[in-house]
């Protein structure tokens, strides 16, 4: 009779330590993709235990939100500051995630000094190429063999599907893109290399960052994913048209990473406005309706969102390798401030006491099944 009730109380044990181990995104997606969130400094160096301790419990790979951008790696030539980044990639080292650079070349958040002279004249293509093949090869071999995969161009191709007119394309031409690939590589060859965009449901945008990729590959340039930031809105994009996307970078014979997942609750001041940092528009109350807290009835349509976005998600899990949120708990969400400076947001599937919302549990389920 003991025996018998021993036997049960081991039964009882494995089913509880079983639904645990699938209680959290990390067990939940195993062998499906890696599960993922970006890191604010208060994170990675530890101010924030309650985000560390959920980033611990529920992710397996890590990407820094900030402090890996070259504005702050390099904010004059030839000086570099490694601190944060450094203790960025420890902090997933000792924690046995897998790292994610963000980002080598982006127009946004480059130090102004890269692309001018001591007159203040842009410099020639020769030096900007120079400039940046330096920027990358310092980078990358500083953390060779620790970084799983690089965003390596950030944000090249415009709404209209051709090549932003950023500063790197003014002076250096299309070729700006293979040659960070090229860099890239040859500071490590086994680190994977990727594309990272956003509004990529956009036919548009699809088809500009599918031209550019045929491109490269055709010219024998190594490019190993493609990202699709997340950055959702309640209106849009459609899940028919993410999938679109998903199926056709795939077809391109890249991963697919969902990257920087957010899903925003507030109004849009203006359609169509992306991701695009610069975009700013003047506070006014009506834009922040739910200072005081989030109505049950949007919350739920929100969790609905996430859900229908996660099945989609599972339904490609041989196309998918990551998916990564764009900050720990909502208090931490970049969406709190863009593109209106000082709202309350609620764009992320932990609130501001950490505590999941229920989506959380709706998807947990949803990837069990599956
Ligand atoms: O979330 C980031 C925010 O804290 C920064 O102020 C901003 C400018 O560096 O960048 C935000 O992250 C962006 C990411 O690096 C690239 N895609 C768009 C993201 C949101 O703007």
Redesign the pocket.
């Known amino acids: 009779m003991k025996k018998l009730v021993y036997f049960f109380l081991l039964i009882g044990l494995l089913a509880c330590s079983q639904q645990n181990a699938s209680s959290t995104f990390k067990s939940a997606f195993n062998g499906k993709f890696l599960m993922g969130t ?1 890191l ?1 400094l208060d994170q990675i160096w530890g101010r924030d235990t309650l985000g560390i301790q959920l980033t611990k419990k529920q992710f397996n790979s890590i990407v820094a ?2 402090c890996m ?1 070259s ?1 702050y790696l390099q904010p004059e030539e030839g000086q570099f500051f490694f601190d944060d980044a450094d203790r960025f990639v420890k902090f997933g080292e000792e924690n046995g995630m897998a790292i994610i650079g ?2 080598l070349v ?1 127009h ?2 480059a130090p102004a000094w890269f692309f001018i002279d001591e007159k203040g004249q842009d410099v020639s293509r020769e030096v900007l190429l120079e400039r940046m093949k330096n920027h990358i090869t310092t980078v990358v071999s500083r953390y060779k063999g620790k970084i799983k995969g690089w965003d390596v161009v ?2 090249a191709i415009d709404g209209d599907g051709n090549f932003r007119p950023t500063k790197f394309h003014q002076i250096i031409g299309e070729d700006y893109i293979k040659y960070a690939f090229l860099f890239a590589q040859e500071a490590d060859p086994e680190a994977e290399l990727y594309y ?1 965009d ?1 509004s990529m449901a956009d036919e548009d945008k699809r088809n500009g960052v599918i031209a550019m990729v045929k491109t490269l590959q055709w010219q024998g340039v190594k490019v190993d994913g493609i990202g699709m ?1 997340g ?1 959702l809105i309640m209106s849009g994009p459609s899940i028919d048209e993410f999938e679109k996307s998903i199926v056709a970078f795939s077809e391109l014979g890249v991963k697919v990473m969902i990257t ?1 997942l957010d899903l925003s609750v507030l109004p849009i001041p203006k359609p169509n406005i992306g ?3 610069t975009a700013n528009f003047e506070y006014m109350q009506e834009m922040n309706p739910y200072a005081e807290g989030l109505p049950d009835s949007v919350l739920q349509v929100q969790q609905q969102r996430y859900v229908d976005f996660f099945r989609l998600f599972l339904k490609h899990t041989d196309k998918i390798d990551r998916v990564t949120f ?2 720990v708990a909502d208090g931490d ?2 969406k709190n ?2 593109p209106v400076h000082g709202r309350t947001d609620y764009a992320l599937l932990f609130d501001r006491s950490h505590q999941a919302k229920s989506a959380v549990a709706d998807i947990l389920k949803m990837a069990k099944k599956r």
């Open positions: 970006a604010n939100e900030n951008k504005m963000h980002t982006w946004n958040q950030n944000e990272n956003f930031q950055h920087e991701a695009d940092v764009w900050g969400s970049w401030d863009w």
